[in-house]
């Protein structure tokens, strides 16, 4: 299958974020921007602000795919936590394998940003919000076979 990025289908993206197809049409897949960037930027679909003390669940209309041994791992940029003091609630994003077309939703990544600055911060469509980076994992070498699919998404792995 490979490692890429994809949209997720429009009738997704009705359920998650709007009905616009001009919004879902101009949604720009995730990129390196430098030659030796290790990131992909992903770009806000929707316009938002999050208050002070507020947590924002921001969709971003991408699912990825992977190889079997690798993950995306997901972190807010580095100049959103330093100039602005936004993260993401969980730290950090992991995206395995079987995220990808999910029967809830898709595979459509979400980041739950939190404001703990002082200021508003506003997001604008086409804002690079966070960045992903694939990388390989390890497996012990005397673990049993595991047979369980995701069915799900977010948390859906604690609901077999």
């Excluded at 690798?70 to 602005?84: H, I, N, Q, W």
């Excluded at 804002?127 to 069915?151: A, Y």
Aim: net charge neutral; glycine share 8%.
């Amino acid at each position: 299958m490979g490692r890429f990025f994809e949209k997720i289908s429009f009738e997704q993206w009705q359920k998650d974020i709007n009905d616009n197809r001009e919004d879902y049409d101009s949604l720009e897949l995730p990129r390196r921007h430098t030659k030796y960037s290790a990131a992909y930027d992903f770009k806000s679909p929707i316009d938002c602000v999050i208050k002070p003390g507020e947590i924002k669940k921001i969709p971003t209309g991408i699912k990825m795919s992977m190889n079997n041994d690798e993950m995306l791992l997901l972190v807010v940029r580095s100049s959103t936590g330093f100039k602005y003091n936004v993260r993401m609630t969980n730290q950090i994003g992991v995206f395995d394998k079987d995220y990808y077309n999910n029967e809830s939703n898709e595979g459509h990544a979400f980041v739950s940003l939190q404001n703990e600055g002082d200021k508003d911060f506003v997001i604008k469509k086409g804002d690079r919000l966070v960045q992903g980076f694939f990388t390989k994992f390890l497996k012990v070498d005397n673990e049993e076979e595991i047979k369980d699919i995701r069915k799900g998404g977010l948390g859906s792995t604690n609901n077999n």
